[in-house]
């Protein structure tokens, strides 16, 4: 079945303790990236790859790293989290240029305390 | 940069109805892609339809259309014979040509469908 796959679900960790939330693909996408939802805020892209080893920010990539090893897996780390970092997180994929369908993961609820 | 807005923060309708979903964007891009996305509460994101900005015609998916108006930059969803599986978020999303995955969302619309 093709899909995006994050894990873990649900995530609930301290301040400063380094996590990696990771997301693969099974569909051999190009295009990967890594979302936050806040409410009333929408959907905010952290980071995303349009290759292997090619990352680029999004529009909130302060506090977050990405890394594109290989093309079917995009890991989100936090270095250091912080409480402001609470929210919850999305992978998604795409085949590429020309097609714009996004594929998105189930979704990470993060809670840092 | 593009920006989105969802003016109705959340909205209710009952059974059978129709249901309006508003969205405004700004943008400088001529060709571009727009979204509107369901997220119900298992938290899911799926697409229910989407417009190319070139297409004159909106674009429907079943009970799903869309009323495009490039010049003034709106994009709503209509939603006819609403359903109480319909209950859920929506956003509407932006997306320029060759721009990644570079979507830019709205706040969102939280919508209740009434028995």
């Known amino acids: 079945e093709a899909q995006v796959t994050q894990n873990p679900r649900y995530l609930i960790t301290v301040t400063g303790k380094k996590l990696t939330v990771t997301c693969s693909q099974n569909?051999?996408?190009?295009?990967m990236s890594w979302y936050r939802q806040d409410p009333g805020l929408g959907l905010r892209q952290i980071y995303y790859?349009?290759?292997?080893?090619?990352?680029d920010k999004g529009d909130v990539p302060e506090g977050y790293k990405v890394s594109r090893k290989e093309k079917r897996n995009f890991p989100l780390i936090l270095e250091s989290p912080s409480p402001n970092q609470t929210s919850l997180y999305f992978c998604?994929?795409?085949?590429?240029?020309?097609?714009?369908?996004?594929?998105f993961g189930s979704g990470t609820q993060l809670s840092v305390l | 940069a593009q920006t989105v807005t969802q003016s109705q923060p959340e909205m209710s309708v009952q059974e059978a109805e129709t249901v309006t979903l508003s969205c405004t964007y700004d943008t400088s891009e001529n060709n571009y892609y727009l979204f509107w996305y369901k997220q119900p509460p298992s938290r899911q994101m799926i697409l229910v339809i989407r417009q190319e900005a070139y297409k004159q015609q909106n674009a429907t998916e079943n009970r799903f259309s869309v009323n495009f108006q490039k010049a003034a930059k709106s994009f709503s969803l209509k939603i006819s014979d609403s359903q109480l599986g319909d209950t859920a978020m929506y956003f509407c999303a932006f997306m320029k040509l060759n721009a990644g995955n570079m979507l830019t969302f709205g706040g969102g619309t939280r919508l209740m469908v009434k028995p």
């Open positions: 998604a994929s795409r085949p590429g240029q020309g097609n714009e369908k996004l594929f």
């Open positions: 790859s349009m290759n292997v080893e090619v990352t």
């Open positions: 569909m051999n996408h190009e295009y």
